[in-house]
């Protein structure tokens, strides 16, 4: 099946630095690719969605300076947390479909830790 | 918000059938249903989906009401690596759409 890598699965970062996480489609093109968050014990939020040459759409409430989103390439879509704070700590997952349905694939998430 | 609701858990004995009830109510005729499940920290995985008749794959089966206001999922032999939080989710089946996560049920397959 289709596979989502990301990258890295496990950061920790100290306050103030930028975090950036990648999401690969392995063997399709993805023009389209969402970044969820997820915190403890709560289920995945929409974040954003990453258009490939095109600007990246954010949900109400989530900061476009503060998460950036390059899709460059029908294969890669980065987030980058800029000037990270604890309160940033979260569970980051991206996902993309192949197209002519909705079946997404999910990156394995990754897991940041500000301190 | 999500439009589905299910229990937030239930417990499964393994190697017994493992069925997931979800309500969907408001489902309109052009949205299938979708079910994904997320093990501990991992990304979610897809299962399933279907519109309005029964499928099954090698993963699980899906059965859909005839009003298709509820559905259910089984998993015909549970195993302690079925034990997931399951989303089902109703969605468009065309193109590049979120999917809207709600809560889920967590299954725990008990051995």
């Known amino acids: 099946g289709a596979v989502v890598s990301q990258h890295p699965s496990r950061v920790i970062c100290k306050s103030g630095t930028s975090v950036k996480i990648e999401c690969r489609s392995l063997?399709?093109?993805?023009?389209?690719m969402f970044w969820y968050r997820q915190f403890p014990k709560k289920s995945l939020m929409l974040m954003a969605t990453s258009n490939e040459g095109s600007k990246a759409t954010y949900e109400q409430g989530v900061e476009k300076d503060k998460f950036l989103i390059n899709h460059a390439s029908l294969t890669l879509s980065t987030l980058t947390v800029t000037s990270a704070h604890p309160e940033d700590s979260s569970f980051y997952i991206c996902s993309a479909s192949i197209g002519g349905g909705n079946i997404q694939y999910f990156g394995a998430g990754t897991r940041l830790s500000v301190l | 918000d999500a439009k589905t609701t299910q229990p937030p858990s239930m417990d499964c004995a393994e190697g017994r059938a493992a069925n997931l009830p979800c309500n969907h109510s408001t489902i309109s005729g052009n949205e299938y249903v979708y079910w994904y499940r997320q093990i501990h920290s991992q990304g979610p995985q897809y299962i399933i989906h279907?519109?309005?008749n029964n499928e099954t794959n090698e993963m699980a089966s899906l059965i859909i009401t005839e009003d298709r206001k509820s559905s259910t999922l089984i998993l015909p032999h549970a195993t302690l690596r079925d034990t997931a939080v399951y989303y089902c989710i109703v969605d468009r089946n065309s193109g590049n759409t979120p999917l809207v996560f709600g809560k889920g049920t967590r299954l725990s397959v008990i051995a």
């Open positions: 279907g519109l309005k």
């Open positions: 063997d399709f093109q993805a023009t389209t």
